[in-house]
């Protein structure tokens, strides 16, 4: 039994674990037009650097959950996020390209149990009935990082250069780990890890794990591509704004992703099902994707502004896919589920940010229009509905059959 101040420490852990992935993930994207001109950058080595974050805290997902099982998540995320600060340290010291991939790849790997481990904290402590909920607000505390990384981190910037910012994150992330380390309460038990082989044998013959991992790769892969690296170029090469401007409407994106995650959160649960939810959630963001690629060549900001809030409010239901996998896979297999599935969307993120890179004109000067991100949108759009259309055949939750667990409060 956890009591409400150990609780309520968890919880705030957690969630600042989450904002300070989203800002490690969203920085370089408010950072590149600066970043890009010192270190000669075009826009393949853009779309590289954006993506390889994604392809670190990927392929981390593959023995993430086995960690997370055997050692539990406290000393696993205190460790990854040194690994974090670290990297934004090399980040900030880059003169050559090579450096800044190295320190982009390390902040990828520490920022991977970030999710992840307050997952399986949540999961530990807390009843299935409040599950949804403190899942859908922990994730959506992490929508203040890309917040904390729009118009913010843009007077930051301004003060201390796109390297200081880099610097400071550096620091802040170290003393986050040190905080872990002294406050976060170790699970009162861990389930037995199973081995890696047995993990993939028993996930991947089970048809509702494919699914839901197509689900998220589809919405969260999409909307990391654009948040992390391409919309805020989308915004300043391909219709022109202004930094200042491109910054607000990001924004707003953020704001919608952080006002629907506790709010899907607590829809879903009121329901006693995700199913509804996540699949409104995925054709909403296919259709607010739909409404950006077909404005007029020079939209206004109001109308930029509600596609981009739409976007990000329907993006958010998503990650109640991972509530979903609590309520149909249990026991030992949670943890690997979890992080396999995040596997799949980070992955998804990586590639396509990386795709979209190679498929723009290589200077950054000829991207000068908006119809040139047109593979952007039509791949999320694609992607959505697919996803969309596959979850309709996974089998919904049930309450009343999920195991019973140790609950605090």
Not at 73 to 101: C, K, Q, S, T, Y
Not at 284 to 299: R, V
Request: include cysteine; aromatic fraction near 12%.
């Amino acid at each position: 039994m956890i009591n409400v101040g150990r609780a309520a420490v968890l919880v705030a852990l957690c969630s600042w674990g989450c904002i300070f992935s989203m800002f490690h993930r969203s920085a370089l994207s408010i950072l590149l037009p600066e970043l890009s001109l010192d270190l000669g950058l075009n826009s393949q080595q853009v779309g590289m650097l954006g993506a390889l974050y994604l392809y670190a805290f990927a392929l981390s997902q593959l023995p993430l959950g086995l960690w997370l099982a055997a050692r539990g998540p406290r000393p696993v995320m205190r460790n990854l996020f040194l690994l974090a600060a670290l990297g934004a340290f090399l980040l900030g010291l880059a003169d050559r390209i090579e450096l800044a991939l190295a320190g982009r790849f390390l902040m990828g790997l520490g920022m991977s149990a970030s999710f992840m481990g307050s997952l399986v904290f949540l999961a530990a402590w807390f009843s299935p009935k409040r599950f949804g909920f403190l899942s859908g607000l922990v994730a959506g505390s992490a929508a203040l990082g890309g917040l904390l990384a729009t118009t913010p981190l843009t007077w930051l910037a301004a003060c201390w250069g796109w390297r200081g910012v880099f610097f400071i994150l550096a620091g802040a992330t170290a003393f986050l780990a040190l905080l872990f380390s002294l406050l976060a309460p170790d699970p009162p038990q861990r389930p037995v890890a199973p081995k890696l082989k047995q993990s993939l044998r028993d996930l991947l013959g089970q048809v509702n794990f494919w699914i839901m991992g197509l689900a998220s790769a589809a919405r969260y892969g999409f909307f990391v591509a654009l948040q992390s690296t391409w919309l805020a170029p989308f915004l300043l090469w391909g219709l022109g704004l202004p930094q200042e401007e491109s910054a607000r409407l990001i924004l707003l994106m953020i704001v919608g992703y952080m006002a629907g995650m506790p709010l899907s959160g607590y829809i879903s649960d009121r329901l006693g099902g995700r199913k509804a939810v996540i699949m409104a959630g995925l054709l909403g963001q296919a259709l607010a994707a739909a409404a950006i690629f077909c404005l007029p060549p020079a939209p206004s900001f109001f109308q930029l502004g509600a596609c981009l809030l739409v976007m990000g409010i329907c993006s958010a239901p998503g990650v109640l896919i991972y509530a979903h996998a609590r309520e149909l896979i249990a026991g030992a297999l949670l943890a690997p589920a979890l992080t396999w599935i995040n596997f799949f969307t980070l992955l998804a993120g990586g590639m396509l940010t990386q795709g979209i890179g190679m498929l723009l004109p290589r200077e950054v000067e000829g991207i000068n229009s908006p119809e040139v991100f047109a593979p952007l949108w039509c791949a999320g759009i694609g992607a959505l509905c697919l996803a969309a259309a596959a979850y309709y055949f996974i089998r919904n939750s049930k309450r009343e059959v999920l195991p019973k667990i140790r609950t605090g409060v």
